[in-house]
């Protein structure tokens, strides 16, 4: 098949495959999409955790953007991990010059293990110049209360959090509730003009590790395709509830998930 769309992804590296940049190209390729990057941090990693980061310098990011887009025009942007003020400011900038409508940022904060991947000035300059010029924020439920700050404990306010994103000025905001407790998973999807609750049974499964980042690459492969935010939104669920129902048990600790649960090899390839 020939790709489908071109998306740019802005993110750091999982050494182990299952987050990250990686987890975003595979992502994109497995439903279609043409992946390019830019690497904005190097991390050595498994499924028990980070070892070390290594950040790359600010110009560094901005060069892989813009000779990258300027050769190769991205249909859409998926921005992931951006560890200082520095880099969202040459982001920014980059963006302003892309002009590219389908911008998805996952305001990354925390590893799946517990290692910081932004500091604190960064979380602020994020929240004040970085979220107005997404199309889509797609925070987890420890993002969403840093950047509303309140706490969220239930579906309902997931909701009020995600209003109050809004009112900060998101345009299209989906909570993810992987860490809620319960028997069922709801990703809230909220603008200023609905509030679709998007709701799944959870999947009992220690292999989690990129869930949120394969999510958010997948809803801007469909965005990017052309699809309306609500489709968008319900097939990148879609794909990555599939992707970790189909259990792989790689790793000592939290696991990836199976990217390719939404490819078929052709017989001239077995
Ligand atoms: N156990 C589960 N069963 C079904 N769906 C899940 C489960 N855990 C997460 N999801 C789905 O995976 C997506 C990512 O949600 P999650 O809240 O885990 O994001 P995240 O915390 O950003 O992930 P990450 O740790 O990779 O950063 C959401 O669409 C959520 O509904
Ligand atoms: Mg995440």
Redesign the pocket.
């Known amino acids: 098949m020939k790709p489908r769309a071109k998306i740019l992804i802005i993110a750091g590296s999982d050494s182990s495959g299952g987050?990250g940049i990686q987890a975003d190209i595979k992502t994109v390729s497995a439903l279609g999409g043409y992946a390019m990057t830019a690497v904005t941090a190097i991390t050595a990693q498994n499924t028990t955790g980070v070892k070390s980061i290594v950040a790359i310098p600010p110009k560094e990011i901005a060069n892989q953007i813009m000779f990258t887009a300027n050769d190769i025009k991205p249909d859409a942007i998926k921005i992931g991990m951006l560890h200082s003020v520095e880099v969202i400011k040459q982001v920014i900038s980059c963006l302003k010059k892309i002009k590219t409508k389908h911008i998805i940022l996952?305001p990354?904060m925390v590893?799946?293990g517990g290692a910081k991947l932004i500091n604190n000035k960064a979380i602020q300059f994020l929240e004040k110049q970085m979220i107005k010029h997404a199309y889509l924020i797609?925070p987890?439920?420890p993002?969403a209360e840093v950047l509303s700050n309140m706490k969220i404990n239930t579906p309902e306010d997931m909701i009020y959090a995600g209003s109050i994103l809004i009112n900060k000025g998101a345009t299209n905001v989906l909570i993810?509730?992987?860490?809620l407790k319960g028997s069922f998973?709801?990703?809230v999807l909220i603008n200023k003009k609905e509030i679709k609750v998007?709701k799944?049974?959870?999947?009992?499964?220690k292999n989690?590790?990129?869930?949120?980042?394969?999510?958010s690459s997948a809803i801007t492969t469909y965005l990017a395709c052309g699809k309306t935010i609500n489709k968008a939104c319900e097939l990148?669920?879609k794909y990555?509830?599939q992707a970790?129902g189909s259990k792989i048990n790689y790793g000592k600790g939290h696991g990836p998930i199976n990217h390719l649960t939404s490819v078929s090899i052709n017989k001239e390839f077995k």
């Open positions: 987050a996952d990354v590893a799946k797609t987890n439920i993002e993810k509730g992987g860490h998973v709801r990703d998007f799944n049974k959870k999947i009992n499964s989690t590790h990129g869930t949120g980042c394969t999510v990148g669920i990555v509830n970790i």
